[in-house]
């Protein structure tokens, strides 16, 4: 059954901090594995794609890896702020464009920034 | 650039009662299209998705029914809503380029 998980399911860190979520997958066949993040009340925005074949991605201050043989994700952010406070998801996808582009989603890190 | 469009933002509607979403996307032809439903603290869960005018594939059954219209038009449509209903609705949109999928704002629905 494919499958995304994410943990911790929950975080609270201190402005400034640094911190690390991480993602398991179990989809077969593996196309691309993305982290988008989710303000509240809002519509998740991508933060990076990465495909097979790449193992590091970043955007500022996010830096996602990959490693495909152990089905295993992580998302850092670095000199964390304020407005970092959100949901984080791990996303996977197994299907082509043509047939449908259907995405496998984790459930989530909730992670507040406290001053 | 490519945008896309949700209505309305709130809606708050009595068990039993009709439902129409909408969402349009501009700025790109023939999208895959996607409604996602998000019940409160919960993560994303595909309800339909459609590769072309016309073409909807249902993910979960349920009493809600998708149609496509136009090429950048999807609607999602209830004839008798639940309780269960109730959630954060989200259409999406694919780029053929990049295979990612772009949000739109989302519609808060409650059923009382």
């Known amino acids: 059954k494919n499958q995304v998980e994410q943990s911790p399911q929950s975080l609270i860190i201190l402005e400034g901090k640094n911190c690390t979520l991480q993602?398991?997958?179990?989809?077969?066949?593996?196309?691309?594995l993305r982290w988008y993040k989710q303000d509240t009340g809002r519509g998740p925005v991508s933060l990076t794609i990465?495909?097979?074949?790449?193992n590091t991605k970043s955007n500022g201050r996010y830096t996602a890896t990959l490693d495909a043989d152990t089905k295993q994700s992580s998302l850092h952010i670095t000199a964390s702020q304020l407005s970092d406070s959100a949901s984080y998801i791990c996303?996977?996808?197994?299907?082509?464009?043509?047939?449908?582009?259907?995405?496998?989603f984790g459930q989530g890190t909730e992670l507040s920034v406290k001053p | 650039s490519q945008t896309i469009h949700q209505w309305p933002a709130t809606l708050v509607q009595p068990v039993g009662s009709p439902l129409s979403l909408e969402c349009t996307v501009e700025?790109?032809?023939?999208?895959?299209l996607y409604w996602y439903r998000q019940a409160a603290g919960r993560g994303l869960q595909l309800l339909f998705y459609?590769?072309?005018?016309?073409?909807i594939s249902s993910e979960v059954p349920q009493n809600l029914s998708a149609s496509r219209p136009q090429d950048r038009q999807f609607i999602l449509s209830s004839k008798k809503l639940l309780l269960s209903d109730s959630g954060f609705y989200l259409c999406?949109?694919?780029?053929?380029?990049?295979?990612?999928?772009?949000f739109g704002p989302g519609t808060r629905l409650t059923v009382l």
């Open positions: 999406a949109w694919m780029s053929r380029e990049t295979h990612t999928q772009y």
């Open positions: 993602c398991n997958y179990t989809v077969s066949p593996f196309s691309n």
């Open positions: 990465m495909t097979f074949s790449e």
């Open positions: 996303v996977v996808s197994g299907y082509p464009y043509n047939q449908g582009g259907k995405l496998i």
């Open positions: 700025g790109t032809s023939n999208p895959n």
């Open positions: 459609s590769v072309g005018i016309g073409q």
